[in-house]
Every structure is written in C-alpha cells, then in structure tokens.
C-alpha cells in the first residue's frame, strides 16, 4: 500500500468541447457545403433550419454556440429571427452569411445583436475565420487544480 500513496497519477484534461453551430440558410445546397466545411474545421453542427420559423425552434431546443443566419428567407427573414433570438438566448453570437451583407447598416446590426456579418461572395474560408474568432476563448486564469497537494501546506 505504501506504493499507492507515493505513486504518480498522471492527470489529462478533458479535451475540449466542440462548439456547436446551428446554420440557417433556405438553399440545401448551401446548408450541405457549411456543415461539412465547419465539421472539417472541428466545430459541430447542432442544427439546420430553412426558415426563420425553425430556426426560432431549433436554437431555443438546442442552445448553439454560435448561429449562422441568412437574410433572405421564406416566413421571418434574418433581421426579425435576429431579433428574436437576441431576446431569447441573448449571449448567442450571430453571424448574418448574406448576399445583402452591404445593406446590412451597423445601426441594424448592433440593434438585433449581430455579431458579425460576412458576404456570401466572400467564401466559405471567411465565415469560418469569424466563426472561429467569436467562439475562441482565451483562457487567462485557470482553475485550481483537483490533484492533492504536495508540499509544506499539504502536511497542516
């Protein structure tokens, strides 16, 4: 038993969690190429919605990380689900991935709480550069650790 008490315990952390992404875009094709290229890149998708009404439900059930929304789509457009979503899951960041990314004003934008807005014509690079920057976290200050001490202060 002296073994026991004297033996090294390698402690891992947990490897990080996946941030979740639910995209919102009424062309399927679309939908297919963003979840696939946001997979490649480490981040999982937790929903899809091809219209406003849907993606209201499928972030209220699913909690994103990050949403990625088009403007322009059947029933509620990009705005008004913006502005929903804001008042509902309020520390959600959102990314407008629109083609009317130069109508989008900054006035607008910081009303409905848009994080973000990148153009369709852009790429799907540049969307996944600000996906990656609003869910990064930076940790400056870590947590104590659980391991027991060893030490002067672990004999008192």
């Given at each position: 038993m002296d073994d026991l008490a004297t033996a090294s315990?390698?402690?891992?952390s947990p490897p990080a969690a996946r941030k979740r992404i639910l995209i919102?875009?009424?062309?399927?094709?679309?939908?297919?190429?963003?979840?696939?290229?946001?997979?490649?890149?480490?981040?999982?998708?937790?929903?899809?919605?091809?219209?406003?009404?849907?993606?209201?439900?499928?972030?209220?059930?699913?909690?994103?990380?990050?949403?990625?929304?088009?403007?322009?789509?059947?029933?509620l457009n990009g705005i008004?689900?913006?502005?929903?979503?804001?008042?509902?899951?309020?520390?959600v960041?959102?990314?407008?991935?629109?083609?009317?990314?130069?109508?989008?004003?900054?006035?607008?934008?910081?009303?409905v709480g848009i994080k973000a807005v990148v153009a369709k014509s852009?790429?799907?690079?540049k969307l996944i550069d600000r996906v990656r920057s609003l869910t990064s976290t930076v940790v400056t200050n870590q947590a104590p650790s659980n391991a027991p001490s060893t030490g002067e202060n672990a004999q008192k």
């Open positions: 315990i390698a402690v891992s919102v875009d009424d062309q399927a094709a679309l939908l297919k190429v963003l979840r696939t290229s946001l997979e490649h890149h480490g981040f999982a998708v937790c929903g899809e919605a091809e219209n406003g009404v849907d993606a209201i439900g499928r972030a209220v059930a699913t909690r994103p990380d990050l949403v990625i929304l088009d403007v322009a789509m059947p029933g008004e689900v913006a502005s929903i979503l804001q008042s509902l899951l309020p520390s960041p959102i990314i407008l991935h629109t083609i009317y990314a130069d109508r989008v004003g900054k006035s607008l934008k910081t009303l852009e790429g799907v690079a």
